[in-house]
């Protein structure tokens, strides 16, 4: 998910207001509120009600008058990107839960850490994503 995040601070970047004392502030208060806000939506979309305007309610002043249209077109394009990406997983996983490794610990509770990017599992449990192939090609071969 956070590959929405960082094509959003890609793309806002440049439209950043020229010729504040201190730029790389701006550059960190986009980037915070960008990865904040596609966490959120990841954690909870369906209460999630309008994310591309929450995002620029939080980031809109670091831009001129004049590029703010141009700015929320560009996170509502992202945002709706997202919210599709999380209804295609939905459809496949059952769950959009994608900042939770999908590993259980030895006492049966869901691993809590966050998953390796591409991955389902987290470092610790990457070795299950391994098994699970494995297991997946040989049901083929014996089918």
Same mark, same amino acid.
Do not use: W
């Given at each position: 998910? %956070?590959?929405?995040?960082?094509a959003?601070?890609?793309?806002?970047h440049?439209?950043?207001?020229e010729?504040?004392?201190?730029?790389?502030?701006?550059?960190?208060?986009?980037?915070?509120?960008?990865?904040r806000?596609?966490?959120?939506?990841?954690?909870?979309?369906?209460?999630?009600? &309008?994310?591309?305007a929450?995002?620029?309610? @939080?980031? &809109?002043?670091?831009?001129?008058?004049?590029?703010?249209?141009?700015?929320?077109?560009?996170?509502e394009?992202?945002?709706?990107?997202?919210?599709? %990406?999380? @209804?295609?997983?939905?459809?496949?996983?059952?769950?959009?839960?994608?900042?939770?490794c &999908?590993?259980?610990? &030895?006492?049966?509770?869901?691993?809590?850490?966050?998953?390796?990017?591409?991955?389902?599992?987290?470092?610790?449990?990457?070795?299950?994503?391994?098994?699970?192939?494995?297991?997946?090609?040989?049901?083929?071969?014996?089918?």
């Amino acid at each position: 998910m %956070y590959r929405y995040s960082r094509a959003i601070y890609r793309d806002l970047h440049p439209q950043l207001l020229e010729g504040q004392f201190r730029p790389e502030l701006g550059q960190r208060l986009l980037l915070a509120a960008c990865e904040r806000t596609v966490e959120r939506l990841a954690r909870d979309h369906r209460r999630f009600a &309008r994310p591309a305007a929450a995002l620029f309610d @939080d980031v &809109r002043a670091l831009f001129p008058v004049s590029r703010q249209l141009m700015v929320y077109d560009i996170i509502e394009v992202h945002m709706d990107a997202a919210l599709e %990406y999380l @209804d295609q997983e939905i459809a496949e996983r059952g769950s959009a839960d994608l900042l939770r490794c &999908r590993a259980t610990n &030895r006492k049966g509770k869901a691993c809590q850490r966050v998953p390796v990017t591409g991955s389902d599992y987290c470092p610790s449990h990457r070795f299950l994503e391994k098994l699970q192939q494995e297991k997946a090609s040989s049901s083929a071969l014996a089918a």
